[in-house]
């Protein structure tokens, strides 16, 4: 299980945190996304619009690995994995959902911010997951602090990186990709600039690696 969602998210230090109003701007976001080198992304479950772009970016961008994100429970990761999405990603976790993702086996990545819903979370057998919202729950001190008792664990901070505080998170050992919004800023998914988005990546993979 771990090898097959790391097959996946290892792909981009970076995964975005898209919300997508208007199906339409699915498409052009992706290859925009693409271009800028970061072919991961997260189409979180936060507008009506989700499931169809996650639907049009699984048929057209095939250099895309379009996954659902605030997966909250078994019947939205059903709807996900009928959409085509590639994985899963959840902003908590719950029971119901390690069951579901482990009944079909589609990549699922929980989330946790203390130490106890890690130890719930090896319990069930994953050893990656999101760490949510990150900077409110301790950020870079805590991941460092994770690191003691859970070295197989790895994770993936989303909640408030932003270009400023990135390496500071991608430098980390325990840390495989951090995620965020930051990456398709709102106003620039309305009015369509694609070009400013594979910007703001390009700059987001270049800073994640250290480079
Ligand atoms: C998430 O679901 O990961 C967060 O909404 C992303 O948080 P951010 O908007 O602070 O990047």
């Known amino acids: 299980r771990t090898a097959t969602l790391d097959a996946i998210l290892t792909r981009s230090p970076v995964i975005p945190v898209l919300v997508v109003e208007d199906a339409a701007q699915a498409v052009p976001l992706a290859r925009a996304l693409v271009a800028g080198g970061i072919p991961v992304l997260e189409i979180t479950l936060r507008s009506a619009a989700a499931l169809d772009a996650i639907r049009r970016i699984a048929a057209e961008v095939p250099e895309a690995i379009v ?72 950020g870079i001190a805590a991941l460092k602090g994770f690191g003691g008792p859970f070295p197989e664990m790895k994770f993936c901070p989303t909640g408030g990186v932003t270009e400023a505080n990135l390496r500071s998170y991608t430098s980390l050992p325990n840390v495989f990709a951090a995620g965020g919004s930051w990456l398709a800023p709102k106003q620039m998914v309305q009015t369509g600039d694609w070009a400013g988005i594979t910007a703001i990546a390009k700059k987001a993979v270049q800073i994640a690696k250290g480079q």
Do not use: C, H
Request: hydrophobic content about 50%; overall charge neutral.
């Open 67 to 138: 996954g659902a994100g605030t997966v909250l429970n078994p019947a939205q990761f059903a709807a996900a994995q009928m959409a085509g999405a590639k994985f899963v990603i959840s902003p908590g976790a719950t029971e119901a959902l390690y069951f579901t993702a482990k009944d079909t086996g589609l990549p699922y990545l929980p989330a946790i911010a203390t130490a106890s819903e890690i130890m719930r979370a090896m319990e069930q057998g994953f050893l990656r997951a999101k760490f949510f919202p990150a900077e409110s729950s301790g």
